[in-house]
Nanobody, 126 residues
Framework: QVQLRESGGGLVQAGGSLRLSCETS????????MGWFRQTPGKEREFVGQ????????DYADSVKGRFTISRDNPKNTVYLQMNSLKAEDTAVYYC???????????????????WGQGTLVTVSS
């Protein structure tokens, strides 16, 4: 079964930056769009953004637009989430996600997500 493994979470001051990575050993990685979501206690998982399978297209939630950037390195089977100008409200567990079918965008509602990473905690201190 495909596995996704996030890394890069931690504690950062407000206004700072952090880069998350999500790696998979799946050789078909380049065929799949990849998404990032986040979740705080007591709230539903929230869409952060996604990148297309060829890496040419991205879209983001309004709350992170202009501050977060998603990129991917297909030969390394890795997708990144660069987070700049972090705010206290960005504190959450961040998950990478893959849809169940190739050449399919990630549904922001997460309905078509078939694989989740284990999550990595990002804490932004104010």
């Amino acid at each position: 079964q495909v596995q996704l493994r996030e890394s890069g979470g931690g504690l950062v001051q407000a206004g700072g930056s952090l880069r998350l990575s999500c790696e998979t050993s799946d050789y078909t990685f380049s065929f799949y769009a990849m998404g990032w979501f986040r979740q705080t206690p007591g709230k539903e998982r929230e869409f952060v953004g996604q990148i297309s399978w060829i890496g040419g297209g991205t879209d983001y939630a309004d709350s992170v637009k202009g501050r977060f950037t998603i990129s991917r390195d297909n030969p390394k089977n890795t997708v990144y989430l660069q987070m700049n100008s972090l705010k206290a409200e960005d504190t959450a567990v961040y998950y990478c996600a893959a849809p169940g079918r190739p050449y399919t965008r990630v549904d922001p509602s997460s309905r078509n997500v078939a694989v989740w990473g284990q999550g990595t905690l990002v804490t932004v201190s104010s």
